[in-house]
């Protein structure tokens, strides 16, 4: 958040950071795990690019965005999670979503000869000795990890880096072990080396050509560096009980267990061009406005409290994106070009849209063609799909009345009825039930 705050600063805003999240402010800015605002305009953003990717992509339905002003997400792939969960209110931020970038990333890019200046000062101070580092950065330290990490690697002609992250006096046992740790490996060959919790991860990156951790958002991190990361699976993270092996669902990350760990980091550094240069293809992926992040949220929180057009447009959710797409499918079946608008509408619904209208459309077309197991389970879909299933509702009722399937209908109209009290469209579709009861062919 420091980037935000010094672009505001600059501008002459009166900055205060604060873990209360009952503070009252004018303007709040919030990287918090579910929170809500107590601010008079409010921008909510990660705290860390790896939040809850435990149930990825389904975020925003632990971590609600719809009491913010303003959402933010770091890069395209951010944009990506979003958009297909953008059909959840809780994923929808008042003014919207804005792909603005991570402020994190202008301490680098912003000046690279500035940030290569303060990398360099780091690496005199440590006395790096060999060509090539190796950083340890973990989420949590538990169970002897940064010692797994040096008896692999200390042998190697490499400088080792040992990053803790800064805890706070809140996880008393996660310290406990940092200590532990440090004390044991203080001096214990000369190629490694403690680095200060307090110092950017980003300087650290600076100096590596490996980045070694458990789960940690680094691995995504490392990215703006070119620097390749490498994840330890059967390393244990703490964060329950039992302890569960880390999870890594990042597919430029490489995966090794403990007992592999030398051999992966030798195989990396054997080729360091090749392994940046395919690190390097996945940075724009994960990051948008390189250098100008804090630059890019600061114009956009002025020019909505202003009043005034927003400098970067919000992001389109998928399902507006392609309920744009049925009404285009939609028209050319309309107009006589059935097979062009029916493939548009089964690549969509292939591609599982949360366009519940695409199915709701399919399921009436096959039930007018008389493929009636189709036409049930294409609005049996629509009507999971849509945030108010009364319509596809209605429309499976009729099918099912119509086979004079009676269980189905009910349960059905049962599914209506949680729907609305009362309404015309409720005491038709019992109407149709009913009917199909009196009907001397009704099926038991």
Same mark, same amino acid.
């Given at each position: 958040?420091?980037?935000?705050?010094?672009?505001?600063?600059?501008?002459?805003?009166?900055?205060?950071?604060? *873990?209360?999240m009952g503070e009252r402010a004018d303007i709040g800015v919030y990287c918090q795990h579910a929170c809500r605002p107590n601010a008079n305009f409010s921008v909510i953003t990660l705290h860390d690019l790896a939040q809850r990717h435990d149930i990825w992509p389904r975020f925003w339905q632990t971590e609600p965005w719809?009491?913010?002003?303003?959402?933010?997400?770091?890069?395209?792939?951010?944009?990506?999670?979003?958009?297909?969960?953008? !059909?959840?209110?809780?994923?929808?931020?008042?003014?919207?979503?804005?792909?603005?970038?991570?402020?994190?990333?202008?301490?680098?890019?912003?000046?690279?000869?500035?940030?290569? *200046?303060?990398?360099?000062?780091?690496?005199?101070? #440590?006395?790096?000795?060999?060509?090539?580092?190796?950083?340890?950065?973990?989420?949590? *330290?538990?169970?002897?990890?940064?010692?797994?990490?040096?008896?692999?690697?200390?042998?190697?002609?490499?400088?080792?880096?040992?990053?803790?992250?800064?805890?706070?006096?809140?996880?008393?046992?996660?310290?406990?072990?940092?200590?532990?740790?440090?004390?044991?490996?203080?001096?214990?060959?000369?190629?490694?080396?403690?680095?200060?919790?307090?110092?950017?991860?980003?300087?650290?990156?600076?100096?590596?050509?490996?980045?070694?951790?458990?789960?940690?958002?680094?691995?995504?991190?490392?990215?703006?560096?070119?620097?390749?990361?490498?994840?330890?699976? !059967?390393? #244990?993270?703490? !964060?329950?009980?039992?302890?569960?092996?880390?999870?890594?669902?990042?597919?430029?990350?490489?995966?090794?267990?403990?007992?592999?760990?030398?051999?992966?980091?030798?195989?990396?550094?054997?080729?360091?061009?090749?392994?940046?240069?395919?690190?390097?293809?996945?940075?724009?992926?994960?990051?948008?406005?390189?250098?100008?992040?804090?630059?890019?949220?600061?114009?956009?929180?002025?020019?909505?409290?202003?009043?005034?057009?927003?400098?970067?447009?919000?992001?389109?959710?998928?399902?507006?994106?392609?309920?744009?797409?049925?009404?285009?499918?939609?028209?050319?079946?309309?107009?006589?070009?059935?097979?062009?608008?029916?493939?548009?509408?089964?690549?969509?619904?292939?591609?599982?849209?949360?366009?519940?209208?695409?199915?709701?459309?399919?399921?009436?077309?096959?039930?007018?063609?008389?493929?009636? !197991?189709?036409?049930?389970?294409?609005?049996?879909?629509?009507?999971?799909?849509?945030?108010?299933?009364?319509?596809?509702?209605?429309?499976?009722?009729?099918?099912?009345?119509?086979?004079?399937?009676? *269980?189905?209908?009910?349960?059905?109209?049962?599914?209506?009825?949680?729907?609305?009290?009362?309404?015309?469209?409720?005491?038709?579709?019992?109407?149709?039930?009913?009917?199909?009861?009196?009907?001397?062919?009704?099926?038991?």
């Amino acid at each position: 958040m420091e980037p935000i705050a010094d672009e505001a600063a600059r501008r002459g805003y009166a900055v205060r950071f604060t *873990e209360d999240m009952g503070e009252r402010a004018d303007i709040g800015v919030y990287c918090q795990h579910a929170c809500r605002p107590n601010a008079n305009f409010s921008v909510i953003t990660l705290h860390d690019l790896a939040q809850r990717h435990d149930i990825w992509p389904r975020f925003w339905q632990t971590e609600p965005w719809n009491d913010f002003d303003i959402g933010l997400v770091p890069g395209e792939t951010w944009v990506d999670r979003w958009q297909s969960q953008a !059909d959840f209110p809780v994923a929808r931020p008042r003014l919207g979503l804005f792909n603005l970038g991570w402020p994190k990333a202008d301490l680098v890019f912003r000046s690279r000869t500035r940030f290569a *200046e303060a990398a360099a000062e780091l690496r005199q101070k #440590l006395g790096l000795q060999h060509e090539h580092s190796v950083l340890y950065a973990p989420s949590w *330290e538990n169970d002897g990890k940064q010692d797994d990490f040096v008896k692999a690697l200390s042998e190697l002609p490499v400088n080792l880096l040992l990053k803790q992250a800064p805890w706070s006096n809140d996880y008393p046992m996660v310290l406990e072990s940092i200590r532990a740790m440090n004390a044991l490996h203080r001096g214990c060959a000369p190629n490694v080396h403690i680095i200060d919790p307090d110092v950017s991860i980003m300087y650290c990156l600076g100096l590596a050509d490996v980045l070694v951790s458990d789960e940690s958002s680094v691995l995504t991190e490392a990215l703006l560096l070119d620097v390749p990361g490498v994840a330890v699976v !059967d390393w #244990l993270i703490p !964060d329950r009980i039992p302890s569960r092996f880390a999870e890594v669902p990042y597919d430029y990350v490489i995966k090794t267990q403990k007992a592999d760990l030398r051999q992966t980091v030798q195989e990396i550094l054997a080729a360091p061009a090749a392994y940046r240069a395919a690190t390097a293809q996945v940075k724009h992926q994960q990051f948008s406005n390189l250098g100008q992040s804090a630059k890019a949220i600061v114009d956009t929180i002025e020019a909505a409290l202003g009043g005034h057009p927003l400098p970067y447009p919000p992001c389109a959710p998928r399902v507006d994106l392609d309920r744009q797409q049925f009404r285009l499918a939609e028209a050319l079946i309309q107009q006589g070009k059935a097979s062009e608008g029916l493939q548009q509408l089964f690549a969509m619904a292939n591609a599982g849209t949360a366009c519940w209208e695409v199915f709701n459309y399919l399921g009436l077309l096959a039930y007018d063609e008389g493929k009636i !197991d189709d036409a049930a389970l294409f609005l049996e879909v629509a009507a999971d799909r849509a945030p108010d299933p009364r319509a596809p509702l209605a429309n499976l009722i009729d099918l099912q009345c119509g086979r004079q399937d009676r *269980e189905k209908a009910l349960a059905a109209l049962g599914a209506y009825m949680q729907q609305t009290a009362t309404s015309p469209q409720l005491f038709k579709a019992i109407q149709v039930f009913l009917h199909m009861l009196n009907a001397p062919s009704a099926a038991h």
